[in-house]
């Protein structure tokens, strides 16, 4: 089998062709450093059968500047072509250059072919070429080089067949590999040699339209504004984190009504106990997590639209100074923006930040920003203190959560940039992409598998616990009776009871929050499970949110107040409770005991400030 | 918008010699050495992010960087 590597500069184009050619899914994005680990997959089906059954495997890689690394993504690269890693011996490489940056990305070949390995000349971004009046002579280039040279189109996928075509016909050459030196001397002659080269090959053919250089100018004459560029960001910002709310609101009244119908009809339909437990606890509790789907959406499709425009690299320069203010710098913007998507993608892409500080901060307080996990519980919060009425007013408070945990993850890399030993030299360089058009199928695409993902995810846990608290609630039969207090779940509930009585909530609550643990977003159908056991009628969201409200302890006082509710949020926005988030920081710190001391000390920072402020609330009569 | 030719490119004494050396090479990896001329665009994030434009390529730099960059208008 044929296995060849895909390398290039950042946002070059690697993992579009990538995609094309294997049918995976990466995402693609408009920034640089936007893959940090290698993805192996084997060649497409259909072009395999279209090309007689011919079988390959093609390596993606994260974009190098040289062959030399400087980050730990680059290392990945670097070591994927000459270190005695787990993947298959490398064929040939496939060098992307991206066509308006031909002069500079030519070295990068040059080096490519120096150290040994067969090269095929990749040349993307056509359509950008074609949009500045501009095409290249292709036979020139390749007999200048000496080495195959393709033209990709990654929107329409022209090109794909000559690759597959020279990758077929290839012929092993087994020349001895070395990874090229580097200096100053040789990298100046290579790029004047390839700047002069690059001038030969464009030929300016027609007048440039819609040139997105010229619409890059425009657009950053206001998004980096010393100014406005702040508005702009403040605004965008608000607008994506209260969209979430008030935008999914009326497809989240949709489901929430389907399952309240299939839960009714189960449990009139279905003999007792059965019916009882596919009604009121299994079907409720799916609702409860397959309800956020639309907020899960909008958020996916938020990011995906500022990642794929070429914006949020902007961001990160516009934002550099006061992230250097708390020992971070404008590289850390793009991992944390992640963030609220999900901790560990965004953990993995701070091996971008070659500072090993700075890298270290962004790491600890990544799991702080509200990821997509933490949405439901926001919002059954949000939707218990603030009702159904107001969705723009509870679309700024969610807002506000995701400002808060920014807030607390700026404070808490404030404090670590004081703990943590070593100068941190906080590096920016960076380039700013050429704004492009959102592709929106792709971005639908997108968001779908991350809602189908956040199902997936959910799924099992939820129907673990739904039996688990069924077996528990209904348990041991010839006691129960009449007295719910004497079944299993009851007896461990108050056992637990105790640690849960300063954050002033019951043992329901703590069993949703030690659910939490296994997954955060599991938090409202544990609860779900656990209110629907003192016998409410109701399913879903309106079912749990009137339990919530009627919830009282033996003595008659409720338990769902404004500070036990303000207490929670605390607790949410600042603990660790992602097994998986733990496992990613052990592996990029390459230390357990770097990973379960921030998995303790979040948990119990979080439990204490959760009680002081339940306490101060209660105090003033909330 | 103010334009400059790149005389030479060395990194300054207040950096570390190593990083110092890292971003130098950084910054002939992204297209710039001497002779080369660029634009600067603006002046952001407080003043101390430099954007500066050469060919098609936009490139953001924070104070240490731009440093680097010695030439004439």
């Known amino acids: 089998m044929s296995t060849w590597a895909l390398v290039g500069s950042p946002n070059s184009g690697k993992t579009t062709l990538y995609n094309w050619l294997t049918g995976a899914r990466s995402k693609v994005v408009n920034y640089p450093g936007a893959t940090v680990e290698y993805s192996v997959g084997p060649l497409r089906q259909q072009l395999s059968e279209k090309f007689g059954h011919f079988q390959a495997q093609i390596i993606d890689t994260p974009g190098v500047y040289s062959l030399n690394p400087q980050s730990d993504d680059e290392k990945v690269t670097y070591d994927t072509l000459f270190g ?21 990305h030519l070295v990068l070949a040059e080096q490519v072919k120096a150290s040994g390995y067969p090269v095929i000349l990749v040349v993307t971004m056509m359509d950008l070429l074609d949009r500045e009046g501009t095409r290249l002579d292709i036979d020139l280039l390749k007999s200048e080089l000496g080495v195959p040279v393709v033209q990709f189109d990654g929107i ?90 008030w935008l999914a609101s009326p497809f989240m009244d949709i489901i929430d009504n389907l399952f309240g119908f299939l839960t009714t009809s189960t449990t009139e339909n279905i003999p007792h106990l059965l019916g009882n ?44 100074k006061p992230l250097t203010a708390v020992g971070l710098g404008g590289r850390s913007f793009v991992p944390m923006l992640s963030g609220f998507a999900c901790a560990i993608p965004a953990i993995m892409a701070t091996r971008n930040i070659t500072s090993s500080k700075e890298r270290f901060i962004a790491q600890m307080i990544i799991p702080f920003m509200a990821c997509s996990a933490r949405l439901p519980v926001y919002a059954l919060i949000i939707s218990f203190l603030m009702g159904d009425e107001h969705p723009l007013k509870a679309g700024l408070v969610m807002a506000l959560l995701y400002f808060g945990s920014i807030l607390v993850g700026a404070v808490a890399a404030k404090i670590l940039s004081k703990m943590v030993k070593g100068e941190n030299q906080s590096r920016l360089m960076m380039e700013l992409p050429l704004y492009r058009r959102p592709r929106f199928r792709v971005l639908f695409l997108q968001a779908y598998s991350k809602s189908k993902t956040f199902i997936f995810r959910a799924g099992p846990i939820i129907m673990i616990l739904a039996l688990i608290l069924w077996f528990g609630t209904n348990f041991p039969r010839e006691q129960i009776g009449e007295t ?28 949703g929050l030690i659910s939490a643990f296994a997954a955060r977003e599991v938090f409202v159908s544990a609860m779900a499970l656990a209110f629907n056991i003192q016998g409410e009628d ?17 003595d008659g006082t409720p ?40 998995l303790v000390a979040s948990n119990m920072i979080a439990y204490g400030l959760a009680v002081i402020v339940v306490h101060s609330l209660k105090a003033f009569g909330l | ?12 004494l207040s950096l570390d010699p190593a990083e110092g050396q890292k971003i130098v090479q950084r910054l002939y990896e992204l297209g710039l050495h001497p002779g080369v001329e660029f634009k600067i665009i603006r002046r952001i994030s407080f003043g101390t992010v430099t954007i500066i434009e050469y060919g098609h390529t936009r490139l953001a730099l924070n104070e240490q960087e731009m440093a680097c960059l010695h030439g004439r208008s």
Not at chain 1, 586 to 592: A, L, M, Q, R, V
């Open chain 1, 84 to 104: 005695s890693q787990i993947h298959p011996p490398i064929d040939g490489v496939m060098v992307i250059t991206d066509g308006l940056q031909l002069s500079r």
């Open chain 1, 156 to 245: 329409l996928g022209r090109g794909l067949d000559h690759i597959l075509l020279l990758i077929k016909n290839f012929q092993p050459t087994h020349q001895p590999i070395q990874a090229p030196q580097w200096s100053i001397k040789t990298q100046e002659e290579k790029l004047k040699r390839s700047e002069q080269l690059a001038q030969k090959i464009i030929i300016n053919h027609k007048k440039p339209q819609q040139s997105a250089l010229k619409m890059t100018a425009t657009l950053d004459n206001y998004l980096l504004h010393p100014f406005i560029g702040y508005i702009i960001f403040f605004a965008l910002m608000t607008g994506l984190f209260a969209s979430i709310f």
């Open chain 1, 277 to 320: 437990f596919l009604g009121d606890g299994l079907i409720s509790a799916i609702g409860g997590v397959i309800i956020f789907i639309p907020q899960i959406f909008i958020l996916s499709l938020g990011i995906g639209l500022l990642e794929s425009t070429g914006y949020l690299a902007r961001v990160g320069a516009l934002i550099d």
């Open chain 1, 484 to 511: 719910p207090q004497l079944s299993y779940a009851a007896q461990f509930g108050q056992k637990i009871e105790p640690l849960f009585k300063p954050l002033g909530v019951d043992w329901r609550v703590g069993f």
């Open chain 1, 538 to 554: 109701e399913a879903q969201t309106e079912g749990l949110l009137s339990a919530m409200r009627e919830a009282t302890f033996a």
């Open chain 1, 559 to 598: 338990i769902f107040t404004t500070a036990t509710s303000v207490g929670l949020l605390i607790f949410f926005m600042i603990a660790l409770q992602c097994i998986s988030t733990v496992a990613i920081v052990k592996k990029e710190t390459g230390s357990w005991k770097v990973a379960l001391t921030q």
């Open chain 2, 1 to 12: 918008m103010n334009c400059i030719v790149i005389d030479r490119i060395v990194a300054p």
